[in-house]
């Protein structure tokens, strides 16, 4: 029995990064919450908020408390990752809800402390009772030695696991699941299976930009259509030049390259300055020279037509 108890003791233990979230969380919201209610002051007098923000602050924050810890035992960001506070003074191992004793004074301590510190800053900030220097430096030590007790509470819940902000180890209240959690069984073949593609569509974005397309289809086309006795004469030319090879219209400006095929002006012209090594996609002939078409094998081709 009690190797089971310390078993689920283990599975239950809420994870350290788990609670952090939920602090993350918390403060996004409230972040989120602010700004949606500073919206609402936008047509008013510039600045009208900047008096009374501490307060108004304050009674959002309580407003949220009221309706989280004090009814549902968790704040916000615990309950999206099914967390809840318990009595940690509590002898008995059932679960047991933090007291309204501890409720009151976890309002007290997060809500009236952040309170305090800003209205404090704001009066001793204030010309007329900047006399009052004692009691700004007592008040500098009283947050500085919170904020140190603080830092040591944080190194502590690191190694252990519990309590992860100073106000629930002075409570006495921390982090549970709400439901038992079974053991997690993590599988990686879905991982795995992206990282292979993730690897191989990187390494094909890298190669194809080196690979010339063009000149690889003309040696396929060369080699799946082979070359019956290709001749360079005027004849040839004549009964080849009806279509460009590249676009498969009527040439404009005829040009050819030194094969029997004939070629727009624009698009043999274009296609070399694009690829120095650019060949005939019909019979991969190089480029040696851009040649205008013979005016005599125009017209007959015109009047062949």
């Known amino acids: 029995m009690a190797s089971r108890e310390e078993n689920m003791k283990r599975t239950n233990r809420v994870l350290r990064i788990s609670q952090l979230d939920a602090l ?10 602010w700004s949606q209610f500073s919206q609402c002051f936008h047509g008013f007098k510039p600045g009208l908020l900047a008096h009374f923000e ?9 407003f949220l408390w009221r309706f989280t810890i004090y009814s549902k035992n968790a704040t916000v960001g615990q309950s999206i990752l099914n967390i809840q506070y318990k009595n940690d003074f509590s002898p008995k191992l059932r679960y047991q809800p933090p007291s309204k004793n501890q409720k009151l004074w976890y309002a007290v301590c997060t809500i009236g402390g952040t309170w305090l510190e800003e209205r404090c800053y704001d009066l001793f900030r204030n010309r007329h009772l900047a006399s009052f220097g004692k009691a700004r430096q007592c008040i500098n030590i009283m947050v500085g030695l919170f904020k ?5 509470n944080f190194l502590i819940f690191l190694q252990r696991g519990k309590f ?4 629930e180890r002075l ?17 990686f073949e879905y991982m795995n299976r992206e990282l292979l593609w993730h690897g191989f569509a990187e390494f094909l974005i890298f190669l194809l930009p080196l690979i010339n397309i063009q000149k690889l289809k003309a040696k396929l086309s060369s080699w799946c259509i082979p070359l019956t006795g290709a001749s360079n004469s005027d004849n040839t030319l004549s009964t080849s030049g009806k279509q460009c090879s590249l676009c498969g219209e009527w040439p404009t400006m005829p040009h050819t390259i030194g094969c029997e095929h ?10 070399f300055l694009f690829d120095v090594y650019f060949t ?8 040696h020279s851009v040649q205008p078409l013979k005016s005599g094998i125009e017209m007959s081709e015109v009047n062949a037509l």
Not at 164 to 167: C, N
Not at 175 to 183: G, L, M, R, T, W
């Open 24 to 33: 993350e969380l918390n403060k996004a919201l409230e972040q989120l919450v």
């Open 54 to 62: 501490p307060e108004v602050k304050a009674l959002l924050w309580l």
């Open 148 to 152: 140190l007790g603080g830092l040591i």
């Open 164 to 167: 992860a902000t100073l106000t």
């Open 171 to 187: 409570l006495g209240i921390r982090s549970v699941f709400c439901k038992p959690q079974n053991i997690r069984e993590v599988g």
């Open 262 to 271: 004939i070629f727009c002006y624009y698009c043999v012209k274009s296609s």
């Open 280 to 287: 005939c996609p019909k019979c991969g002939t190089e480029v």
